[in-house]
C-alpha cells in the first residue's frame, strides 16, 4: 500500500482491529511502500466475525489516524465439522417469510380465539413489505460478493505464507 502523505519509511503503519478478538499489525517498509503481512499459522488464530478497523500512521512526530472501517473475518470452511449453514441472516429471514406467506395460501383467517386464547398472524400486506426489504438486502449483499470485497475502493490480494 503506498500512501503519498504518510511514506515508507519515514512512516509506519499500524493496522488495529477490534472485534470477537484482537489483531495487531504493523506494515515492513518496501521503499516508499508498506506492506502487511500475516502467515498461514496467524491468520488461523484470528476469531471469525465482524471487526472494526483503524489505520494508523506513526512517525516520530505523532500518531495519524488514516482510515477507519469495517470488515468480516471468515470462519475458514475446512475446519468446520459441525453442519454448517453460510447464508447471511437476511438470506434466512427471507426465506422463513417466503415458508410464511407460502404456508398462508391455505390459511383465510388472519386471527382467531379458542376460549381465552388468540392467535394473530402478519397481515399478509406486512408480510409482503418485509420480503421485498430482505429480497433488496439479498441483492445488495450478492452485488456486493460480485464487487469483491474492497478497502479504500480497490481490490486488496492477500498472501499467506507458511
Known sequence: MTLTAFPAPEFELHLVLRGPGQIDMLSAPDGATHIF?????????????????????QS???????ATGQ????????????????RSHAEKVLEAIEAVIEGRATKDQESYTIKDRT???????????????YRDEVRAQKQAARNGNSLFGRMIKVRFTG
Open 71 to 86: 470488515t468480516v473475518i471468515a470462519a475458514d470452511l475446512a475446519t468446520i465439522t459441525d453442519p454448517h449453514d453460510g
Open 60 to 66: 516520530a512526530d505523532g500518531v495519524y489516524p488514516v
Open 119 to 133: 392467535l394473530q398472524r402478519t397481515p399478509l400486506g406486512e408480510l409482503l413489505k418485509f420480503r421485498a426489504q
Open 37 to 57: 503481512e500475516a502467515t498461514a499459522v496467524q491468520s488461523a488464530e484470528w476469531v471469525p466475525g465482524t471487526y472494526w478497523w483503524q489505520l494508523r500512521a
